[in-house]
Nanobody
Framework: QVQLVESGGGLVQAGGSLRLTCAAS????????MGWFRQAPGKEREFVAG????????????YYADAVKGRFTISRDNAKNTVALQMNSLKPEDTAVYFC????????????????WGQGTQVTVSS
């Protein structure tokens, strides 16, 4: 069983920045993917960014949705089971509940491919 906990959401003005953190606990595979998704009222849950993590490989693989490329950065924090999403140049359309998710081995962009989910954290960007 894997537990995911998001933190770092809040209220920020357009053009500002926030940093979200996802911490995983419990049993995990040596190679896995952690992804960020978001869901705004009346919209489908959509992929934001993902990162493939391996204890046996020094390199990493990341992927971003077109809407956030150049503004958001996903990275692995000092703790091996923690991933951060640095969000810069935030826009009102970024307002949503942001979810952390995890799955083994392969990075996918569809939310139905992920087995484990956090509770979500609210990000609100004001104009």
């Amino acid at each position: 069983q894997v537990q995911l906990v998001e933190s770092g959401g809040g209220l920020v003005q357009a053009g500002g920045s926030l940093r979200l953190t996802c911490a995983a606990s419990g049993r995990t595979l040596s190679t896995y993917v952690m992804g960020w998704f978001r869901q705004a009222p009346g919209k489908e849950r959509e992929f934001v960014a993902g990162i493939k993590i391996s204890d046996t490989s020094s390199g990493t693989s990341t992927y971003y949705a077109d809407a956030v490329k150049g503004r958001f950065t996903i990275s692995r924090d000092n703790a091996k089971n923690t991933v951060a999403l640095q969000m810069n140049s935030l826009k009102p359309e970024d307002t949503a509940v942001y979810f952390c998710a995890a799955r083994p081995w392969v990075l996918h962009t569809s939310p139905n491919e992920y087995q484990y989910w956090g509770q979500g954290t609210q990000v609100t960007v004001s104009s």
